[in-house]
C-alpha cells in the first residue's frame, strides 16, 4: 500500500525561513489576516484531508475510472463523499475573494496545499482545480451580476467549473475555433459546436457545472482577434438563483485515457445552448488566459506532488528492501543483504529526486509569491515588475516542473526494480498520472515557444536580464563557503550569454527559436534552481539542526551533480538550428 505524510517541516521551511511570509503578509494590508500559526493550521489540516480521506480512493479510482452512460458521469467510489468535505472545508475558495464567500488566503500557502492533494489523488484533484480556474477567470472579467450569481455557488461546492477551449481541429491555434454564439434578442446567445478534452465535463459531484466556452459571435475578425467567452450552465439559472431546466449542453463521451482515469474528459456537445457573454465581445481570449495560466502554474504542482509521494514510497522501499552487499564490506551482518540504500546508483536516484522536490517547491511558492504581489500589492511599480516575472517564470513553471518531476518518479519506480512496475506499490500509477502534466495546458515544447518568442525575444531580453540580475545580486550577498554561490553566478553568466546570442540569431534565421527552445526552458530551469538553492543554503546556514545541515548537503549536490546539465543544453543551443530545419518534410516519412 503506497504512503504518504505531507511535508509539512520542508513546507514550513520554505515559507517562514527561505521567504520570510509572516513579514510578506503582515507587510500588506490586504493580508494582515494571514500568519504562519494560520498557515501551519491549514496545511495540517489539508495533510489530514489528502492521507485519511483521498489518498485510500486513488488506486480505486484509477481501477474503476469516470463510467458514462447515456451523457451522464459517474465518478469514481468515494469521489462524492470526498468532494463533499472538501467543498464544506472552504477548500474551493480557500484564496477567493472574501466577497464571494472565499477566505481571501495567498498563493503562497495555497500552492502547498495542492501540491497535497496532487500528491494523493490527482484525478480528485482536477474537479475543483477547474472550478478555481474557472472562478478567476469570472473574478476578473465578468460582470457584477454574472459573479453574484455564479461565484458564490462555484465557491461552496454546490457549482463547479470547466474551461471549454479546444475542438478536434483546433488545440493550441486558438484561433481556429468553429463555436459559433448567435445573438438572442434578450442578450443571451446561442452556442453551437463541439469541444474536446473537457475535464470535468459532466459529472456527479454538484448539482450544476459552469461551463466558460470560447465561441465567434457572426460579425468576429478572423482568427484569435475574434474570440469572445460566454457562460453556458448546465442547468439555466432562474432569476431568483434556483435552478431551471436543463441546457442543451452534453458529454457525447468521455476519453479512454492512460491515466488520471478517475477525471472524467468529455467530449461535450453545444447545440444552441444558451450562454450569456463574459466581459466584451472579441476579447475572451484574455480572460481565459487568466484560468489558463493558473492551470498552467498548477501543473506543476502537480509535478511537484508527484515526485514528492513518488520520493516517499521508494525512499521507503530502498530502507527496506533487503538485496546485495555494500561494495565497501557488509553493512548489516546479522542479515542475508543489506539494504539497497548501500547501493551508489540507488542514493543518486533519491538525490535526484529529493533535490527536484525541495527545489520545485521553492520555485512554486517563489511564482505563487509574485502572483501575490500583482494581487494584493499596492506598489503600482511592484505590481509591474511581479507581473512580467510571473509571465516569464509561469512556462519554465508548467514546464520545468513537470518534465523534472516525470523524471524523478521514472528514477522512483526504478529503484523498485520490478515491483515499480506491480500495480500494488502504486509507481506505476504514479507515471500514467503525471504523464499528462506535461501535455495538457499547452504542451511543454509551445511553453518553451511561449517563453523565448514572446517572453524573451519580444522584449529584447529585458525581463529575463531584470530575473538573471535579482538571481546575481543574491548570489553574491552569500559567503564563499558555499558551494552553490559560483556555481549559480556561473549559471548567471552562462544563461545572460545564450539568451544574447538568441537574441542575435534570431534576428538572422526566423526558425532559430522554435528549434532550440526547449533547450532554453531547460537552461532557464535549471537556473532557477539553482537560485533557490541559493535561498536555500542561506536559509539552512545559521542553523545547527541536521533538518536545516541536510540542506546544504542538498545544495551541494545539485550544485556539482544536477547543474552541470546546463552546459549541454547551452552546447546544443549554440550548435545552431540547421541539422534540424534543414530537412526536407518528406524525411521524416519516407521509408529506408
Not at 80 to 107: C, H, R, S, V
Request: aromatic letters at 10%; a negative charge; charged letters at 20%.
Amino acid at each position: 500500500m503506497p504512503i504518504y505524510n505531507a511535508p509539512l517541516k520542508d513546507m514550513d521551511f520554505i515559507l517562514n525561513d527561505v521567504f520570510n511570509a509572516d513579514a510578506f503578509w503582515q507587510g500588506n494590508p490586504q493580508l494582515a489576516h494571514v500568519d504562519m500559526t494560520t498557515a501551519n493550521a491549514i496545511l495540517e489540516e489539508m495533510a489530514k484531508f489528502s492521507k485519511n480521506v483521498i489518498l485510500d480512493l486513488n488506486r480505486n479510482a484509477d481501477e474503476e475510472g469516470a463510467q458514462f452512460e447515456n451523457g451522464q458521469v459517474t465518478t469514481p467510489a468515494g469521489f462524492k463523499d470526498a468532494f463533499t468535505q472538501y467543498a464544506q472545508g472552504g477548500w474551493i475558495g480557500l484564496g477567493a475573494d472574501e466577497a464571494w464567500g472565499g477566505q481571501n488566503m495567498p498563493k503562497m500557502l495555497t500552492v502547498l496545499t495542492d501540491e497535497m492533494i496532487f500528491a494523493t489523488n490527482p484525478a480528485f484533484m482536477l474537479y475543483p482545480l477547474l472550478s478555481v480556474g474557472a472562478g478567476m477567470a469570472l473574478s476578473y472579467a465578468a460582470s457584477e451580476q454574472q459573479k453574484k450569481t455564479y461565484l458564490p455557488k462555484i465557491y461552496s461546492g454546490e457549482w463547479a467549473g470547466t474551461m471549454c477551449l479546444t475542438e478536434p481541429h483546433a488545440g493550441t491555434d486558438l484561433g481556429l475555433i468553429k463555436t459559433k454564439a448567435e445573438p438572442n434578442s434578450d442578450g443571451s446567445y446561442n452556442i453551437t459546436g463541439t469541444k474536446i478534452f473537457i475535464t470535468g465535463g459532466e459529472h456527479d459531484l454538484a448539482e450544476n457545472i459552469i461551463h466558460l466556452a470560447l465561441a465567434k459571435t457572426p460579425n468576429a475578425p478572423a482568427g484569435s482577434r475574434g474570440i469572445s467567452l460566454f457562460i453556458v450552465p448546465k442547468y439555466l439559472v432562474n432569476a431568483d438563483g434556483s435552478l431551471g431546466e436543463r441546457n442543451t449542453v452534453a458529454a457525447g463521451s468521455i476519453e479512454h485515457k492512460m491515466g488520471i482515469k478517475g477525471s472524467a474528459t468529455c467530449v461535450m456537445n453545444f447545440d444552441a445552448a444558451q450562454g450569456y457573454m463574459v466581459g466584451q465581445e472579441n476579447q475572451g481570449l484574455a480572460a481565459m488566459f487568466i484560468m489558463m495560466n493558473y492551470e498552467r502554474l498548477s501543473m506543476g504542482i502537480q509535478g511537484i506532488g508527484a515526485s514528492e509521494f513518488a520520493y516517499q514510497n521508494a525512499a521507503q522501499y530502498a530502507t527496506d528492501r533487503l538485496q546485495g552487499r555494500s561494495a565497501t564490506g557488509v553493512k548489516s551482518p546479522n542479515k542475508v543483504a543489506d539494504s539497497i540504500l548501500v547501493h551508489g546508483d540507488v542514493r543518486r536516484m533519491l538525490l535526484n529526486g529529493r533535490a527536484n522536490n525541495e527545489a520545485s517547491r521553492a520555485f512554486a511558492v517563489y511564482v505563487a509569491q509574485q502572483l501575490d504581489i500583482t494581487k494584493f500589492s499596492e506598489d503600482a511599480t511592484a505590481v509591474k515588475k511581479a507581473n512580467d516575472r510571473v509571465a516569464l517564470l509561469t512556462p519554465v513553471a508548467k514546464a520545468y516542473l513537470t518534465d523534472t518531476a516525470f523524471n524523478a518518479v521514472l528514477e522512483a519506480q526504478m529503484c523498485f526494480g520490478g515491483h515499480g512496475y506491480i500495480r500494488e506499490w502504486g509507481m506505476e500509477q504514479c507515471v500514467r498520472d503525471l504523464r499528462i502534466a506535461q501535455i495538457y495546458e499547452g504542451t511543454n515544447g509551445v511553453q518553451a515557444q511561449d517563453l523565448i518568442g514572446r517572453k524573451v525575444i519580444k522584449n529584447q531580453g529585458a525581463v529575463i536580464f531584470d530575473y538573471i540580475a535579482e538571481i546575481r545580486d543574491f548570489a553574491e550577498s552569500l559567503d564563499d563557503s558555499f558551494a552553490i554561490k559560483a556555481a549559480t553566478l556561473n549559471a548567471c553568466n552562462e544563461v545572460e550569454q545564450v539568451t544574447q546570442f538568441i537574441l542575435a540569431q534570431a534576428n538572422v534565421k526566423a526558425d532559430f527559436a522554435n528549434a532550440v527552445a526547449v533547450d532554453y526552458l531547460n537552461a532557464v530551469g535549471l537556473l532557477s534552481f539553482s537560485y533557490m538553492f541559493a535561498r536555500i543554503s542561506l536559509a539552512a546556514s545559521s542553523k545547527t539542526e541536521s533538518f536545516y545541515q541536510h540542506k546544504l548537503v542538498l545544495a551541494e549536490f545539485f550544485a556539482v551533480k544536477i547543474l552541470p546539465a546546463l552546459n549541454r543544453h547551452i552546447q546544443n543551443i549554440e550548435s545552431g538550428s540547421d541539422i534540424v530545419m534543414q530537412l526536407p518534410e518528406d524525411y521524416f516519412t519516407a521509408q529506408a
